[in-house]
């Protein structure tokens, strides 16, 4: 998957579909997940930091 400085990992039934926050489809994986969770990466060039969301937090 190319990178991407943000993700939503959308459950769909027993499957979660990873977009990139703007309705493109990037991949599905086969696995269950309660709810949907937004990713977002920074890269500080020493250190790479990752913040996790879940949709009512946003």
Same mark, same amino acid.
Do not use: C
């Given at each position: $998957?190319?990178?991407? !400085?943000?993700?939503?990992?959308?459950?769909?039934? #027993?499957? &979660?579909?990873? =977009?990139?926050? #703007?309705?493109?489809?990037? #991949?599905? $994986?086969? $696995?269950?997940?309660?709810?949907?969770? %937004?990713?977002?990466? !920074?890269?500080?060039? !020493?250190? %790479? &930091?990752?913040?996790?969301?879940? =949709?009512?937090?946003?």
């Amino acid at each position: $998957m190319p990178k991407h !400085d943000f993700l939503v990992f959308e459950p769909q039934g #027993n499957r &979660v579909v990873v =977009s990139d926050g #703007n309705g493109k489809k990037l #991949n599905e $994986m086969q $696995m269950t997940l309660p709810e949907k969770v %937004w990713v977002k990466s !920074d890269d500080y060039g !020493d250190k %790479w &930091v990752i913040t996790a969301l879940l =949709s009512r937090e946003y």
